[in-house]
């Protein structure tokens, strides 16, 4: 059993995609182990985002990031980092494959509607970012 964090970003959630990235999740057998809802401030953002922050898309991404309320969840299964970033599709939108999340509904590079974690030690630091372990069921 593995655990990965979900993000449904702003774009996701203004657009009206929360049930649809939560209905491929759970056709897909993957369980959801905690969820809510937050309005992350920049500095919140930037704190989730630190590996990237000497990337040139740094600020915009947090911006974009803390424009609006963002759903995140907790993410169970058997392989399910990876199962889970195969559902996404590539971070650039024009290279995922089709009938992934992103491949469907991103718009641009940066408004691609997801994120997942990218491997365990990622994904636990990820996970710890948002949840107490009493969050997680
Ligand atoms: N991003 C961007 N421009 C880029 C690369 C990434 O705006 O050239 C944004 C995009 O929203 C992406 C996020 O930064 O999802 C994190 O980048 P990463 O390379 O970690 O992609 P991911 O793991 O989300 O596929
Ligand atoms: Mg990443």
């Known amino acids: 059993m593995e655990r990965t964090l979900s993000i449904i970003k702003p774009d996701g959630v203004k657009r009206g995609l929360i049930g649809e ?3 491929r999740l759970e056709a897909n057998g993957i369980r959801i182990a905690a969820m809510k809802m937050i309005h992350m401030t920049k500095e919140v953002a930037q704190g989730f985002y630190a590996v990237h ?3 040139p ?3 915009s991404l947090t911006d974009f990031m803390s424009s ?3 759903v995140v969840m907790v993410l169970e299964g ?3 980092i990876k199962r889970y970033r195969e559902l996404m599709g590539a971070t650039n939108y024009k290279e995922a494959k089709p009938g992934t999340i992103r491949a469907d509904f991103a718009t641009d590079i940066e408004k691609n ?3 997942g974690s990218d ?3 990622t994904a636990k630091t990820e996970i710890a970012y948002f949840f107490s372990e009493l969050e997680i069921c």
Do not use: L, Q, S
Request: hydrophobic share 45%; aromatic share 10%.
């Open 21 to 23: 990235v939560i209905k």
């Open 53 to 55: 922050k000497e990337k």
């Open 57 to 59: 898309f740094f600020d």
């Open 68 to 70: 609006g309320p963002i």
């Open 78 to 80: 058997e392989d399910v």
């Open 113 to 115: 509607v997801v994120h």
């Open 119 to 121: 491997a365990p030690e």
